[in-house]
Every structure is written in C-alpha cells, then in structure tokens.
T-cell receptor
Framework: EPEVTQTPSHQVTQMGQEVILRCVPI?????FYWYRQILGQKVEFLVS????????KSEIFDDQFSVERPDGSNFTLKIRSTKLEDSAMYFCASSESYEQYFGPGTRLTVT | DAKTTQPNSMESNEEEPVHLPCNHS???????IHWYRQLPSQGPEYVIHGLTSNVNNRMASLAIAEDRKSSTLILHRATLRDAAVYYC?????????????FGKGTRLHILP
C-alpha cells in the first residue's frame, strides 16, 4: 500500500540554524500539507499546498517557514532560523480527495 | 469550524466492540463527519467519514444520528493495536485541500 515517507526521522539542530524537513507524498496525490505536534499537545495545521503554491497557512507559519516542491516527488518544509519553541513532531500529509494520509513524522529538537 | 465534543478517555476490553461517541450539536447541513486516529508515536491515520448515512469500511463503522447532532465510531472487535487517540472532526469539504483542525480527541485504552 502506498504511503507517505519523511526524512529524517529525527533532526537535532542548534537554535538559529536552518533545517529542511523532507517528505515524499503518495505519487498520484495533488494536495500536500504540513502539521506539527508539540509534545503532549494537539496536532496543529501549518500549511497546505496545491498546484505549486500555498493554498492556506496558519498563524504559526510565519516568515521563518517556507515550503517547496522542488521536483515531482519531494515536498519540503524549511525553517530558516530555528527557535527552541520549534521543537516538535512535524507531519507531512497528502491527499487526492478528502482523506489525508500522514507520514510517520520528523522529530525536530532545537537545542 | 464547527466544534465537536468527545470524552477525554475510554477503556475497553480486547476482542469486544467499542463505541466512541462524538457530539456536534452545531453541525451544518454541509459538514462531513471525519474520524482519524493517532497510534502512539505515529502520524494521524484516516479511519472513516460520512455525511448522513451510516458508513462501513474495513477499519470501522460510523453511525450518524438522524438529526446529525452526534455520531458514534464503532470498532467491532478491538485489538491492542487499536489503542490510540481518536479524533472526530467536522469538515465542509468545499475544497479538497481543506485543513484538518484536530481537537484533543478520545484516548482509547484497550485492556488485554
């Protein structure tokens, strides 16, 4: 069964550094998303992406964040200058209809 | 987004049916009812969705009240692997790229 994959599974970075989280969505899906979950808290929407542009973004998704689909398979989330409060699990999701399929997540730890 | 109310936690015995309730008294006529779950240390997983009629799939059944103000996710025979947080979510489904707004969900514990 096709699935969404994410790399790396765990990323440790120092405050102020740039990180890129990578996702490979399911191949025939057209809609892509990033969510995050701070430890012990709810899953929060960050951004949705369709037709090579952002469809919607949340208040969390400020100028430090960007997304890109650099080729036909990858979907990336970049955090330009990480802060301690960016430490969280980051989930990528994709869909072709109304059901979203989530990846296993990348645990980002900012020290 | 319309709100849903779910119990914080529930317990069930392995191999027995589980009924997970969700109240959504302010649901609008165009809102679909979605259920997702999140197993420990994993990403959320789609379970089922419906509009008015009851729905069945390989994972679960969704029973929707006639007035649509509540619904119940039914796991017919719970296994230890079904221990997860279950989220009941409303969505207008006007656009296919609509975000999911997760609440706190119901944490389901399965007793062996």
């Amino acid at each position: 069964e096709p699935e969404v994959t994410q790399t790396p599974s765990h990323q440790v970075t120092q405050m102020g550094q740039e990180v890129i989280l990578r996702c490979v969505p399911i191949s025939n899906h057209l809609y892509f998303y990033w969510y995050r979950q701070i430890l012990g808290q709810k899953v929060e929407f960050l951004v949705s992406f369709y037709n090579n542009e952002i469809s919607e973004k949340s208040e969390i998704f400020d100028d430090q964040f960007s997304v890109e689909r650099p080729d036909g398979s990858n979907f990336t989330l970049k955090i330009r200058s990480t802060k301690l409060e960016d430490s969280a699990m980051y989930f990528c999701a994709s869909s072709e209809s109304y059901e979203q399929y989530f990846g296993p997540g990348t645990r980002l730890t900012v020290t | 987004d319309a709100k849903t109310t779910q119990p914080n936690s529930m317990e069930s015995n392995e191999e027995e049916p589980v009924h997970l309730p969700c109240n959504h008294s302010t649901i609008s006529g165009t809102d679909y009812i979605h259920w997702y779950r999140q197993l420990p240390s994993q990403g959320p997983e789609y379970v089922i969705h419906g509009l008015t009629s009851n729905v069945n799939n390989r994972m679960a059944s969704l029973a929707i009240a006639e007035d649509r103000k509540s619904s119940t996710l039914i796991l017919h025979r719970a296994t230890l692997r079904d221990a997860a947080v279950y989220y009941c979510i409303l969505s207008e489904q006007m656009n296919r790229d609509d975000k999911i707004i997760f609440g706190k969900g119901t944490r389901l514990h399965i007793l062996p």
